[in-house]
Every structure is written in C-alpha cells, then in structure tokens.
C-alpha cells in the first residue's frame, strides 16, 4: 500500500471538511451577530475565516501530494474560496486591531498568498524541491491556524 492510496480517502475527508467548514462557518457567523452584535460578530467572522482558510490549504496540499502538478488545473476550486475567506478574515482583523493572534493569523495567511505567487512566477513549474517546500509552507500554515485559533477559542467562541 503506497502512501498515495492511504491519502486519497484523507483528501476527500478534507475536501468534505472543507465544505462543512465554509456552510457551517457563514451560519455560525449570522447567529453570532444576531446573538452577540457586531463587536463579539468580527471577533467570529476573522477566525472562523482563519479557520475556513486552513482546512482548503490542507485539503489543497493532501490533493497535491495525491495528484502531484495536476492538482493546478483544478486550483480554482481551492483559490476562490480561500481568498474570499481569507480577505474577510483580514479585513475583520484590520477591523478590530487588538488581537495580537489575529495579526500573527493575518500575517500567515499573507505569507503563504506570497509563497503560492513566488512559486507560480519562478520558471520551471512547480515540481521537485520547491513543490516540497511549498507543501511544507501550506501545511505549516494549516496547523498554525489552527493551533493558535483552538488556544483562543474562548475569544470567538
């Protein structure tokens, strides 16, 4: 059994995750401002952003280490949802300003968009070392955010 048979049921579990994710995460948005108004609401919106961010950057890595360079004619699919997340993420985190984790959060988020455009724009595609490089970028981010937004649960939940 190669890694890659033991992945693909992990990468569709992530692309479910994913999708559960994004429609749960714009429920939960909408109660919490009607519940909690818009000061405890932006708090909400950026980390569940953070976090709809993460698990398509995983669920887009997985299908990257499955697929290989392939992957990148379906990268649409991870890249639209992701950037609308991801900028309503910051702009929420530009919104509040006090919340150091939030910065650190932003700041990820941005370095792996810098990652993903440094990757696309050098010459020679995106395989060998600097695919490896950028799935260990994308998985670091996937964990960091989501680390740091389970420590800071109590801040949103």
Do not use: K, N
Not at 65 to 70: E, F, I, P, T
């Amino acid at each position: 059994m190669s890694y890659v048979d033991f992945l693909f049921p992990v990468s569709v579990a992530l692309d479910v995750a994913a999708l559960v994710a994004i429609v749960s995460a714009a429920i939960l948005v909408l109660t919490g401002l009607f519940r909690h108004g818009w000061q405890r609401g932006r708090f909400r919106i950026a980390y569940l952003g953070y976090i709809c961010s993460a698990l398509l950057a995983l669920s887009f890595v997985v299908h990257l280490c499955v697929d290989g360079g392939d992957i990148y004619m379906m990268f649409v699919l991870w890249l639209a949802p992701f950037t609308v997340a991801a900028t309503l993420a910051i702009l929420m985190t530009l919104a509040i300003g006090s919340s150091d984790t939030l910065w650190w959060l932003a700041g990820a988020t941005i370095v792996l968009g810098l990652a993903q455009l440094l990757a696309d724009l050098l010459p020679g595609g995106i395989g060998g070392v600097r695919a490896w490089v950028l799935a260990a970028t994308y998985f670091a981010y996937a964990f960091l955010v989501l680390i740091l937004s389970a420590r800071r649960r109590q801040e949103w939940w």
